[in-house]
């Protein structure tokens, strides 16, 4: 599944991070595509799937979003 703008965050003012459903680490490497911008030679993304890879526990997995305000205790 591709995620839409909405559903990883975009364009939010909350400062969120991303970490896995099983074991809570933040170490994820999302699939993706990215198309090259000769121009400015970078990659952008164009399109990011829902399901990626936990370095920390080795498995597929689905990252959860939390808000990083929320997880530090601040109101």
Known sequence: MILNE???GAG???PHGW???TCGSEDLLFDAYAEWDRENQVFTVQSLFDA???VACGGETKAVRFELAAEAGAP
């Open 6 to 8: 909405t559903e990883i």
């Open 19 to 21: 970490k896995c459903r």
């Open 12 to 14: 939010t003012e909350t």
């Open 52 to 54: 990626c890879e936990c």
